[in-house]
């Protein structure tokens, strides 16, 4: 039986991949995880917003002497809580690149298309295999239209396709009205993957103080139905890879993302909760469903339970009418 897999261009021996996570932080937990066997590791972000203030005291382009400054200062944790520097995210990288194998995937979080650019060519000269770029923004202006932010985002995709030569992911939210379009449109733009979906971390509120507080909290699979449907939806009707993030959190689930469409499973949960060696068991528990279905290569696998030949909006809603009519059987 065969579990290989490829993604960005990378053979890996099982579809398994550590998604960034604070495992990324150092070199001696990316050595863990390369011993347990994960096939590649997605490592933590590099943020803007840590950038431009290490760089120039600004956060996101805002003036230091604006009152309002030291206030929105306050919302963001303080550099020093940041796992690195954008020069030590560069070391970070080569030093691990020296001592692993398997391929170190960087990933960026910008917001202006200038650090965007400067940040991504670092990474890749650091010797990063690959680039994840995450656009997790909230946009909380009362203004600004969808059809720019979609213009934005697959703009900042297309200028970092055009600046570096190693392999770009692209790690997007599932908040948009046609999601489908925006898949295709970060496919024009030269993605060689796309990553779902992030999750939005929305702060809580407190009853005691009555303010909004940032709370993490590990996913459950609750969350795999919305990635599981977008995989079946776009599984062989777009260029680019698909990556799940997100709710993956047993071997059932990562059997189900591969036959939605996915090529990778990427998990941070699951790995935060039992550790590296979990592998083992979503390893294990993938090879004896292969086997009990008689299936002998992941490709016998990959999107077979995706929508790719059916008439996909008369699909969707047939399957929205027996959701509602399952109700109660
Ligand atoms: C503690 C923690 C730190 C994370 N740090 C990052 C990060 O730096 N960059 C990023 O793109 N995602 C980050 N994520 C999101 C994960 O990569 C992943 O997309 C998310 O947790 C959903 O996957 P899961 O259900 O397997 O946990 C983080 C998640 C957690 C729980």
């Known amino acids: 039986m065969h579990t290989q897999a490829s993604y960005l261009g990378f053979r890996l021996p099982h579809p398994f991949v550590a998604g960034a996570s604070p495992f990324g932080h150092h070199l001696d937990t990316i050595k863990q995880l390369e011993d347990a066997g994960w096939a590649a590791v997605v490592l933590h972000s590099l943020f803007e917003e840590q950038i431009t203030a290490r760089h120039d005291g600004r956060i996101r382009h805002m003036d230091p002497l604006d009152p309002t400054f030291a206030e929105k200062l306050a919302q963001f944790p303080s550099s020093d809580d940041y796992a690195l520097s954008p020069d030590a995210y560069a070391e970070h990288i080569s030093r691990i690149k020296r001592s692993v194998k398997i391929p170190i ?36 202006d009362l203004v600004t239209p969808a059809a720019a932010i979609e213009a934005t985002f697959a703009g900042i995709v297309g200028e970092v396709k055009r600046i570096v030569s190693i392999p770009v992911s692209v790690k997007v939210q599932p908040y948009f009205t046609a999601f ?12 060689d993957a796309l990553v779902l979906f992030n999750r939005f971390y929305q702060a809580d509120i407190d009853i005691t103080t009555m303010k909004m507080t ?10 795999l139905l919305l990635r599981l449907q977008w995989l079946a939806i ?11 993030t997100g709710g993956v959190s047993g071997p059932e689930d990562g059997i189900k993302a591969i036959l939605a469409g996915a090529d990778v499973v990427q998990m941070v949960s699951a790995l935060l909760r039992y550790g590296p060696t979990y592998l083992d068991t979503m390893r294990a528990g ?12 992941l490709d016998d696998v990959r999107g077979k339970a995706s929508l790719r030949r059916a008439d996909l909006t008369s699909a969707e809603r047939a399957q929205y009418l027996h959701t509602l009519q399952s109700w109660g059987h």
């Open 286 to 297: 993938l090879e004896r469903w292969m086997e009990s279905h008689k299936l002998d290569t």
């Open 105 to 140: 995937i960087g990933s960026l979080n910008g917001t202006s298309p200038e650090s965007w650019l400067k940040f991504a060519r670092i990474i890749e000269q650091a010797g990063a295999d690959a680039l994840e770029l995450n656009l997790y923004e909230v946009i909380a």
């Open 234 to 244: 776009l599984h062989g009707r777009i260029r680019p890879g698909l990556a799940i």
């Open 214 to 223: 940032p709370r993490v909290t590990l996913s459950t699979n609750s969350e």
């Open 180 to 191: 489908g379009a925006m898949a295709q449109r970060l496919d024009k733009a030269g993605a």
